[in-house]
Every structure is written in structure tokens, then in C-alpha cells.
């Protein structure tokens, strides 16, 4: 039976001279609010999703991508020997996805062009799911696409409801502009949607169009988004049909937003400009990665006590109280342990230097973290699609199994942070054609110890 002298088990030396009855109201509001939580409402389902495999036609080795900046650019050596640098350690392989428009000679570019890419990775995405859950698109209530920067008229959504007929009644959303994060938000707003709705399904699409992310500059604070930027997209169907639960493979549990664009450091972090010469692209401050690891941990604030067990509810919260309360300079700040509480995460690949702090400050392994670092060697930063890639590689390689619960979390421009927990319903060994990794994942892990950081690229040559 649970009793008091569990908790104090927990409690380091310092916590145990304060008055007892303080400590037991504490674990009393985590048990109420662990009572609260768990409330019931309408059940949302993941029936299946499906991720976007462009044609090899469309794959670029690094050397290949500085070749087409040269022709297609205005690029000076000095640039390129940049970006080529860049490259080298940026952990991303030789077998990444370019637009079609920037792979021909001369490249083709204009709106037209960027348009029908668009819709290749939609109609791409959607057909395979829509195969793969034999769902009839005329039952699909909710429409929700997001997209990094692309935004045309009609909209995203407003071509997926043309192009599979779907009926008057579907509500449609369409978010731009939000960064790799908006594909999981669509995750809350769907699930909201979906408790107000009964017996209807959501559409969750999330092209990457990276032609008008491309910039033909000199400024390295912007050269720095092109290199990691590539071609992708997915597909999500969600339900709330009672009747679906024993044929869909996830159930969602939670979902968690966090935003920090209050600050303007983290506003100013990713911004889209013009250059001196009249070049657009989006810049990248150098407090990037100090932002992107305060909207994380903002973020896992919110969702450790919704996943964390109650014993690391309770070091966290005593070691919070020893350092904000008590000022007690001497003690370090605690990380739960996500992994008593998770058994795969899937972060966001946003750049190899953010997923390593992510590993270290996280306390994961490199086995926590190889999905993503795989995703991104093989698919480069797919933006809001890269953490269906990575569970698309966890189920290609027989990982998921019925109980386990899954963390995806992605983060993005603003600065936002969002997460999806989800319990899977089955165990899932996907070893069908659909997967984008299937004739490959033999091939997996590969070795990356020996690529370095961006720091080692631009650290100083030792004299001989």
C-alpha cells in the first residue's frame, strides 16, 4: 500500500527538515491532480499514417547541392565553400530529396512550379493512407495542413477537399508560417475538434515545400537554412469512432503547446527578410540554440507531470522547491527521467547541433535518439513531417509494441514547442511497401561518431 514513508524514501536530506505536513500536502495535490487528469473524455485513434518517398529522381548528394546552388544561385565561392562545410557535418547523407524544379537544367522556378510540388507530396501522402486505411474520403469531417512558409491561394487544405471531393460539411484549417512545430499543434487543435464532433475523422496533412525556403544570397546567417531543408511530407488520419479502436495502431493521450514568442530573443531567432541586395531568406540568430532548448524545457515542464510516475514527480518537485524556495545555490537543477515514463521518443530534427542537446540535456543515448538521427541522415529536415519519418523507421524496425508509450516532439519558429503522447494498440512490425523505409532498413543504423559538430568546422587549424 502506498504510505507517507515512500514519499520520504524520496526526499534528499535537506527537504526532510522541513515541516512534514507541508511534504504531505504536496503529495496530496499530485495525487488529486493525477485524479483530475485522468477524467474521461471522447477517445482519439490514430487509424494509420503515411509518409511522402519522392522519386530518385529527386535525390541530391551534398556535392550534387552545392552544384545546383552554383547554376541556380548567387552564390559566391566563399558561400558555397560555406554551405559545403556546413554540409559535411550537418548529419545529413547523400541520399536527401531536392524540388524537382531545382534538380532540372536550368532550373525551372516559378509559382506554377511550386505549386504542382506541393501537391505531389499531398496527393502523395493521402493516397497511400487512404489506401492503406481504405477509409472513404466523403467520411473525413476535418481538414487541418500545415506548411513551414509556403502559402499560396487556394490554400493547402483547400486542394485536398478538391482534389478528393470532399463533402460541404468538412471544416477546414490551414497553417502557415508556424514552423516544424505545426504539424503537432494541428495534433491539439484536431483533438479539440474532435471532442466537439462525434463519429468523424481528421485529416492531418504536412507537405515541406523547400523551393521558397531557398536562398540565392551571400549572408551566412541565412545560408545556414539551406543545407538542412528537404523535400517530405505526411499524412495522419485520426478518428474518435468507438468502433475504430481495435484497428487503429495509436491512441492519443496527450497533447502539450508551449510558446515563447513573448521573449525577442526567441521571436527574433528564425525570421524571413531580405538581404542588401533585395535576396530573401530566413534568417538564423546566433541565439538559436539557447532558444530552441528554453521552448523545450518549457515544454517538458508542462508534460512531465502528465507522464512522469509519481516518484519523479516528487524529486523534481522537491529539488524545485530546495532551489526557488529554499535558495539553495549548491543544488543542480533536476531532469526527470523521461524514460520511466516513455518508452520511444521521437524528437524533431530540426539540425544535428539541436538534436545532441537534446540527447545530452534530455539524458536519452544514442539508441533513445536514433530514429531521428537516422531520419535525418536518410530524409534531411522535413519539418513538421520529421517525426512521422522517425516512427515510420521505429515500425520498420519491429519496435513498437502493443502498451508502449511514444513522445513525438517538434519545435519551431516563434519559438513554439509542441508534443504528442500516444499508447500503442497494437504491436506494429510495418513491413508493407508504404513504409519509406522498407527496402532500406536493413542498411540501418549507420555510424555517425566520426561526423563532427559545426563547432569543429570553424574551430581554428592546429599548427603542425
Not at 495525487?31 to 482519439?44: A, D, G, P, T
Not at 500545415?146 to 499560396?152: G, S
Not at 528554453?294 to 515544454?299: F, G, K, R
Request: hydrophobic share 40%.
Amino acid at each position: 500500500m502506498f504510505s507517507f514513508n515512500m514519499i520520504l524514501d524520496y526526499l534528499p536530506e535537506q527537504i526532510k527538515q522541513l515541516n512534514l505536513s507541508f511534504v504531505a500536502c504536496l503529495a496530496l495535490i499530485f495525487l488529486l491532480s493525477n485524479i483530475f487528469l485522468s477524467k474521461r473524455s471522447r477517445k482519439v485513434f490514430l487509424l494509420d499514417f503515411a509518409c511522402y518517398k519522392p522519386p530518385p529522381t529527386q535525390m541530391c548528394s551534398k556535392e550534387k547541392f552545392i552544384d545546383r546552388f552554383r547554376i541556380y544561385g548567387n552564390s559566391n565561392e566563399a558561400s558555397l565553400d560555406f554551405m559545403r562545410k556546413c554540409l559535411v557535418r550537418s548529419g545529413l547523407g547523400e541520399k536527401t530529396y531536392m524540388p524537382s524544379t531545382l534538380m532540372r537544367d536550368p532550373p525551372t522556378l516559378s509559382l506554377e512550379e511550386t505549386r504542382k510540388e506541393a501537391e505531389s507530396v499531398m496527393f502523395g501522402a493521402v493516397d497511400a493512407l487512404l489506401e492503406k486505411t481504405g477509409v472513404n474520403p466523403k467520411d473525413i469531417g476535418i481538414v487541418i495542413a500545415t506548411c513551414t512558409i509556403l502559402n499560396v491561394e487556394p490554400s493547402l487544405a483547400d486542394m485536398i477537399v478538391n482534389r478528393y471531393k470532399l463533402g460541404d460539411h468538412v471544416r477546414v484549417y490551414n497553417f502557415t508560417s508556424m514552423g516544424c512545430s505545426a504539424g503537432l499543434r494541428a495534433i491539439g487543435l484536431a483533438k479539440g475538434l474532435l471532442q466537439e464532433h462525434p463519429n468523424t475523422y481528421a485529416l492531418l496533412v504536412s507537405p515541406e515545400n523547400t523551393q521558397q525556403m531557398i536562398y540565392r544570397g551571400n549572408g551566412k546567417s541565412k545560408l545556414l537554412m539551406n543545407f538542412p531543408l528537404r523535400v517530405g511530407g505526411a499524412a495522419v488520419l485520426l478518428s474518435n469512432r468507438p468502433s475504430d479502436q481495435d484497428k487503429a495502431k495509436l491512441q492519443l493521450l496527450h497533447s502539450v503547446h508551449t510558446h515563447t514568442a513573448s521573449s525577442d530573443s526567441s521571436y527574433n531567432s528564425i525570421i524571413e527578410s531580405e538581404d542588401d541586395e533585395g535576396f530573401g531568406g530566413v534568417t538564423v540568430s546566433k541565439e538559436l540554440l539557447a532558444v530552441a532548448i528554453e521552448a523545450v524545457e518549457a515544454n517538458i515542464r508542462a508534460l512531465g507531470p502528465l507522464v512522469l510516475p509519481l516518484s519523479e514527480k516528487i524529486r523534481y518537485l522537491t529539488n524545485y522547491v530546495m532551489i526557488r524556495y529554499l535558495k539553495m545555490a549548491d543544488v543542480k537543477p533536476y531532469t526527470p527521467n523521461f524514460k520511466k515514463g516513455i518508452e520511444h521518443v521521437f524528437p524533431h530534427v530540426g539540425t544535428k547541433p539541436v538534436l545532441d542537446e537534446f540527447e545530452k540535456n534530455m539524458g536519452f543515448n544514442s539508441a533513445d535518439v536514433e530514429a531521428s538521427r537516422m531520419n535525418l541522415y536518410r530524409f534531411g529536415n522535413t519539418c513538421s513531417a520529421s517525426v512521422w519519418y522517425a516512427l515510420s523507421y521505429g515500425e520498420a524496425k519491429g519496435r513498437i509494441k502493443k502498451g508502449d508509450r511514444l513522445w513525438q516532439i517538434a519545435f519551431g519558429s516563434g519559438f513554439k514547442c509542441s508534443s504528442a503522447v500516444w499508447r500503442a494498440l497494437r504491436n506494429v512490425d510495418d513491413h508493407e511497401e508504404r513504409n519509406p523505409w522498407i527496402d532500406e532498413i536493413h542498411e540501418f543504423p549507420v555510424d555517425l561518431r566520426n561526423m563532427k559538430s559545426f563547432a569543429d568546422v570553424f574551430a581554428p587549424a592546429k599548427k603542425m
